[in-house]
């Protein structure tokens, strides 16, 4: 099935640092969301966002809906070692079923 | 608990055995979806339902797999004659599902993860 692209793929990074990854779509969306993904479990919703140009926080957490309606993108600000995960990007098109992108893996190195 | 239940966590499996999963969504939700995952994948759609009528059945849902939503509320997901390519984590997600902001948000289980060996 289609899955949207997700850059970088993976980030190593020190505790404190901002992070910053992105999504893009071939097809518009008119919500996007993100999830994060621990191991063994189901991913959990982070933010979500309604409207081209949208700016969104989430404590640390900051997610815009690009203007296109084709890409998105999300910061963490002050990474802290429970971010560690998967970050996926989902894109849906009014009620219908999300597409999920290809995640980015976020590891912190001591 | 109010989330989403999947139930098993895991299953393990002898090639050729048939298997179900069962989903329990959060109450009042209308939309259910499920999506299957793999190793260093994003979660891919395989079907979903608004109340019992299933609305869409991706082409990775195979004859060998079926979802049921009898009576609006829970699913399950069969597979028969499982192969080693349905190794898996199987997620279950459910939404208010109406359209209006917010309500589309999907919320997922913990997932099945099942081996076939």
């Known amino acids: 099935g289609q899955q949207l692209n997700q850059s970088p793929q993976s980030m190593f990074i020190q505790e404190g640092e901002d992070v910053s990854m992105n999504c893009t779509s071939s097809?518009?969306?008119?919500?996007w969301l993100w999830y994060k993904q621990d191991p063994g479990e189901g991913p959990v919703l982070l933010i979500a966002l309604y409207k081209a140009g949208e700016l969104t926080s989430n404590g640390r957490l900051t997610a815009q809906f690009g203007i296109t309606r084709k890409d998105s993108f999300l910061n963490i600000s002050a990474s802290i070692p429970s971010d560690v995960g998967i970050y996926f990007c989902a894109g849906q098109f009014g009620n219908e079923k999300l597409t999920f992108g290809t995640g980015t893996r976020l590891t912190i190195i001591p | 608990d109010t989330g989403v239940s999947q139930d098993p966590r895991h299953k393990i499996t002898k090639r050729g055995q048939n298997v179900t999963f069962r989903c329990d969504p959060i109450s009042e939700h209308n939309r259910l979806y499920w999506y299957r995952q793999t190793l260093g994948q994003g979660p891919e759609f395989l079907t979903y339902?608004?109340?019992?009528?299933?609305?869409?059945k991706s082409r990775l849902l195979s004859d060998r797999f079926s979802a049921e939503r009898p009576k609006g509320s829970f699913s399950t997901l069969e597979i028969q004659r499982t192969e080693q390519g349905d190794s898996a984590m199987y997620l279950c997600?459910?939404?208010?599902?109406?359209?209006?902001?917010?309500?589309?948000?999907?919320?997922f289980g913990q997932g099945t993860r099942l081996t076939v060996v």
């Open positions: 097809s518009i969306f008119n919500t």
């Open positions: 997600a459910s939404s208010l599902g109406t359209g209006r902001r917010g309500n589309t948000e999907a919320f």
């Open positions: 339902f608004q109340n019992e009528a299933q609305l869409e």
